[in-house]
């Protein structure tokens, strides 16, 4: 049986419905799978709701800290969470897996991002990505003190990073993910704006993870 501790943010461990859980250094995450159904009647509605079970387990996931306060800002004449559903089950193949990540929005908004965002192989540190950007702070709406948000997937495991506290005039900071070395991983970035409560639209980028 999955425990979870402390709320969504809190501890995870075992599996919880859809969603089983671990912690590696302190970060939890989860990985995602689809439910089985048994009463389907026809192929079509097996492959159907594989896509719609992964879906919807990845928003309850993301139910506090990105479904509420970024897109139920969103969304008119339904919630943020059926929103988010109905916006990314596309990205999802029949089997449940992800088939397409640019598909897949994590943050929706009209923040604007920084200039030339980069994610790039951290080559000193196994297992870590480098994040860097040109601040673009006072253009528009982009203030010194955005904060970077950053979620990243690999091979099912998906793993938000919220506490890292690097804001848009950093420029840069380097981030240990907890999926090893030797993978691939798609990272998505965007920025929140602690002051007006707005955010960007994410970021999609792969990297190769030494």
């Given at each position: 049986?999955?425990?979870?501790?402390?709320?969504?943010?809190?501890?995870?461990?075992?599996?919880?419905?859809?969603?089983?859980?671990?912690?590696?250094?302190?970060?939890?995450?989860?990985?995602?799978?689809?439910?089985?159904?048994?009463?389907?009647?026809?192929?079509?509605?097996?492959?159907h709701?594989?896509?719609?079970?992964?879906?919807?387990?990845?928003?309850?996931?993301?139910?506090?800290?990105?479904?509420?306060?970024?897109?139920?800002?969103?969304?008119?004449?339904?919630?943020?969470?059926?929103?988010?559903?109905?916006?990314?089950i596309?990205?999802?193949?029949?089997?449940?897996?992800?088939?397409?990540?640019?598909?897949?929005?994590?943050?929706?908004?009209?923040?604007?991002?920084?200039?030339?965002?980069?994610?790039?192989?951290?080559?000193?540190?196994?297992?870590?990505?480098?994040?860097?950007?040109?601040?673009?702070?006072?253009?528009?709406?982009a203030?010194?003190?955005?904060?970077?948000?950053?979620?990243?997937?690999?091979?099912?495991?998906?793993?938000?990073?919220?506490?890292?506290?690097i804001?848009?005039?950093?420029?840069?900071?380097?981030?240990?993910?907890?999926?090893?070395?030797?993978?691939?991983?798609?990272?998505?970035?965007?920025?929140?704006?602690?002051?007006?409560?707005?955010?960007?639209?994410?970021?999609?980028?792969?990297?190769?993870?030494?």
């Amino acid at each position: 049986m999955g425990k979870i501790r402390q709320g969504i943010l809190g501890g995870v461990s075992g599996a919880v419905g859809n969603v089983v859980g671990a912690t590696w250094k302190g970060i939890n995450y989860l990985r995602i799978k689809a439910d089985n159904y048994t009463d389907a009647k026809s192929e079509k509605q097996v492959l159907h709701r594989a896509k719609f079970s992964a879906c919807v387990a990845l928003a309850k996931f993301l139910l506090e800290t990105v479904i509420r306060p970024i897109w139920n800002r969103r969304a008119k004449k339904m919630s943020g969470y059926n929103l988010f559903v109905k916006t990314n089950i596309g990205a999802f193949g029949e089997t449940g897996d992800i088939s397409d990540f640019d598909k897949l929005q994590i943050s929706v908004g009209d923040l604007r991002n920084p200039l030339n965002l980069s994610v790039t192989d951290d080559e000193n540190t196994e297992g870590g990505i480098s994040i860097s950007w040109d601040d673009n702070s006072g253009e528009a709406n982009a203030l010194a003190n955005d904060k970077l948000r950053v979620l990243a997937i690999c091979e099912g495991d998906v793993v938000e990073l919220n506490n890292l506290n690097i804001t848009r005039d950093a420029g840069t900071v380097n981030v240990q993910l907890p999926f090893g070395a030797g993978v691939e991983a798609h990272v998505y970035t965007f920025f929140e704006s602690v002051e007006n409560y707005i955010y960007s639209p994410s970021i999609h980028q792969i990297v190769s993870v030494s």
